[in-house]
């Protein structure tokens, strides 16, 4: 349980940020600043707590070890590290989502990092008194892009095959706060309600 609410407390900075970027309540420029300050420095915290931690819970469930777990070596970000399951099913299921992002890095980093650098820059020339895009719109764009291709990767990762070696392309502590499983789950409800959202306004238009 310990672990369980640190991991939601460290995970809690990544609404924060996205809180920061999407209604910027300090303004755009002080928003964008802050929420990149968070965004550097978490990456600082997370990473040691996931060492530490690594083969004390599972990295698909979340849930604490006991018993006999099965592990699993995964390499990101240049280095490979131990991590744990609690049984030989929750192995599978982490290392065919694992195959899954690191053959389909490129549609999926595009689909999340592009429409983020847009609404970040969009911004940050709001701030300075030359915008080229409406927030509102900017903020649209980031939401229904970044929500199909969660959502989709939520669901498409199931018919991949596994592929050892395993690699994470992307930050894998933070799918290591709530345990994969758990954050599949986040994705496809926030993901689903900014879709909704994006089609009611486009409807209302």
Same mark, same amino acid.
């Given at each position: 349980?310990?672990?369980?609410?640190?991991?939601? &407390?460290?995970?809690?900075?990544? *609404? /924060?940020? !996205? %809180? $920061?970027?999407?209604?910027?309540? @300090?303004?755009? =420029?002080?928003?964008?600043?802050?929420?990149?300050?968070?965004?550097?420095?978490?990456?600082?915290?997370?990473?040691?707590?996931?060492?530490?931690?690594?083969?004390?819970?599972?990295?698909?469930?979340?849930?604490?070890?006991?018993?006999?777990?099965?592990?699993?070596?995964?390499?990101?970000?240049?280095?490979?590290?131990?991590?744990?399951?609690?049984?030989?099913?929750?192995?599978?299921?982490?290392?065919?989502?694992?195959?899954?992002?690191?053959?389909?890095?490129?549609?999926? &980093?595009?689909?999340?990092?592009? *429409? /983020?650098? !847009? %609404? $970040?820059?969009?911004?940050?020339? @709001?701030?300075? =008194?030359?915008?080229?895009?409406?927030?509102?719109?900017?903020?649209?764009?980031?939401?229904?892009?970044?929500?199909?291709?969660?959502?989709?990767?939520?669901?498409?990762?199931?018919?991949?095959?596994?592929?050892?070696?395993?690699?994470?392309?992307?930050?894998?502590?933070?799918?290591?706060?709530?345990?994969?499983?758990?954050?599949?789950?986040?994705?496809?409800?926030?993901?689903?309600?900014?879709?909704?959202?994006?089609?009611?306004?486009?409807?209302?238009?």
């Amino acid at each position: 349980m310990r672990l369980a609410l640190q991991g939601l &407390g460290l995970f809690a900075c990544i *609404p /924060l940020v !996205l %809180l $920061l970027y999407l209604r910027q309540p @300090l303004g755009p =420029g002080a928003s964008v600043m802050a929420g990149l300050v968070i965004m550097v420095g978490h990456r600082f915290v997370t990473e040691p707590w996931m060492a530490r931690h690594a083969t004390q819970r599972c990295v698909w469930c979340g849930r604490g070890l006991s018993g006999s777990p099965v592990h699993l070596q995964v390499t990101s970000g240049g280095r490979a590290i131990t991590l744990a399951a609690c049984c030989a099913a929750h192995r599978d299921h982490a290392a065919r989502f694992l195959t899954f992002i690191s053959r389909r890095r490129a549609p999926i &980093g595009a689909g999340i990092f592009v *429409p /983020l650098l !847009l %609404l $970040l820059s969009g911004s940050l020339a @709001l701030a300075v =008194g030359r915008p080229f895009l409406p927030h509102e719109w900017n903020t649209w764009q980031f939401k229904t892009i970044v929500a199909f291709t969660v959502v989709l990767t939520s669901i498409a990762y199931r018919f991949s095959a596994i592929a050892e070696p395993l690699r994470s392309p992307f930050p894998l502590h933070n799918l290591f706060l709530l345990g994969i499983r758990n954050t599949l789950w986040v994705f496809r409800v926030v993901g689903a309600w900014w879709l909704v959202a994006g089609l009611l306004q486009v409807l209302q238009r």
